[in-house]
C-alpha cells in the first residue's frame, strides 16, 4: 500500500509563513494526484489543493493566491508553502494520495496529519 508522511506543521504569528511536506512510500502502486486536505474542529474536511504528476494543480478559493502546491516526482513528494496565513487557516492538515495497484480501482490513502495553528 501507499505509506504518507507529513511534516512541516507548527505555530506561527498571522502573516507568517509555512511549508509543509509530504513524503509518499509504495511499492508498485502507480499515483495518479496528490492533495492537501485541512479539518478545523468542528467542520467537515475541506480540499486545500491538489497536484496531478503532470503538473496541472487546483486551489480552494480561500487559499488562491497564498498557497503553492508543488512536486517532486522523482521522491514522490508534494509541498505545500503557505503564506500570509491568517487564523482561519489554523486546522489539521492531511496529505492525499489517490493511487492503484496496476489495473486495480483508485484509492484514497491518507497520512495522519499535521498541525498548523495560526495564533498571536
Known amino acids: 500500500q501507499v505509506q504518507l508522511v507529513e511534516s512541516g506543521g507548527g505555530l506561527v504569528q498571522p502573516g507568517g509563513s509555512l511549508r509543509l511536506s509530504c513524503a509518499a512510500s509504495?511499492?508498485?502502486?502507480?499515483?495518479?494526484?496528490m492533495s492537501w486536505y485541512r479539518q478545523a474542529p468542528g467542520k467537515q474536511r475541506e480540499l486545500v489543493a491538489a497536484?496531478?504528476?503532470?503538473?496541472?494543480?487546483n486551489y480552494a478559493d480561500s487559499v488562491k493566491g497564498r498557497f503553492t502546491i508543488s512536486g517532486d516526482n522523482a521522491k514522490n513528494t508534494v509541498y505545500l508553502q503557505m503564506n500570509s496565513l491568517k487564523p482561519e487557516d489554523t486546522a489539521v492538515y492531511y496529505c492525499?494520495?489517490?493511487?492503484?495497484?496496476?489495473?486495480?480501482?483508485?484509492?484514497?490513502?491518507w497520512g495522519q496529519g499535521t498541525q498548523v495553528t495560526v495564533s498571536s
Open positions: 492525499n494520495a489517490r493511487a492503484r495497484r496496476r489495473i486495480g480501482p483508485l484509492r484514497d490513502y
Open positions: 509504495t511499492s508498485v502502486f502507480e499515483i495518479n494526484t
Open positions: 497536484i496531478t504528476f503532470g503538473g496541472s494543480t
